[in-house]
C-alpha cells in the first residue's frame, strides 16, 4: 500500500515561486535534486529515491520529523534564548550537507539578521511540505506572493481569517453552536 503523501507527489506536478526558486544558491544540491533548471515544475525527490532508469520510486513510509527539522526547531529555541553562536551553528550543520563542494559560513551583524537566516533556511529545507502557513502565522507575518503569483489573493495581510483552516462540514454539523470561519467555510 503505498501512502498518501506519495500518491499525492506521484501525481501533481508543483511550480516554485521566483522568490524560493532564487533562493537557492547554484551550489545546493537541494535545488539541483528537486527542481528543474526552468522551475516551471519540480523533480520531486524529497520522498523518493531514482531507479537505474532515472524515474522516482517513492517509499511507502516518508518520515513524518527529519533530523534536519529537528535542528531548525533548536536553531529557532536557541536564538530566542539569546545563544546566537550555537543557533549558528545549527544552521550552518543543514547548510553545510546541502553544499557538498563548498563551505558554508553563516554571518551576521544582528540578531534580527540571524534570525533571517534561520527563517530561511527552514523555509529552503522544508518547502513543499506544508510548513509555510504555520511559520508564517506563527511568526506573525503577511503573506506576500511575488509577481509570478496566480492566486486569488497575492496578499494577506496578518491578522486574517485566512491563517485559521475551515472547520471541516461534519463537524458543524454534529454541532450546531459551533461558529465557522467566515471567510472560509
Known sequence: ??????????????????????SFDTNDVRKTNTMTATKSTLKYGKDSTRNSAGALDWIADPKVIRLSELYL??????????????????IKKISQRAHLTTTVNITYSTPAELYKIIADERRRELCFEGFRLYDLGRRKESITRGADC???????????????LPIPGKELDANRAMQPNPEIN
Open 1 to 22: 500500500m503505498t501512502s498518501t503523501i506519495a500518491t499525492y507527489y506521484a501525481n501533481t506536478q508543483a511550480r516554485a515561486a521566483d522568490a524560493l526558486f532564487n
Open 73 to 90: 526547531i533548536r536553531a529557532e529555541a536557541l536564538w530566542q534564548k539569546g545563544q546566537y553562536t550555537a543557533a549558528a551553528d545549527d
Open 150 to 164: 496566480i492566486a486569488t489573493k497575492c496578499t494577506v495581510n496578518y491578522p486574517n481569517a485566512r491563517y485559521v
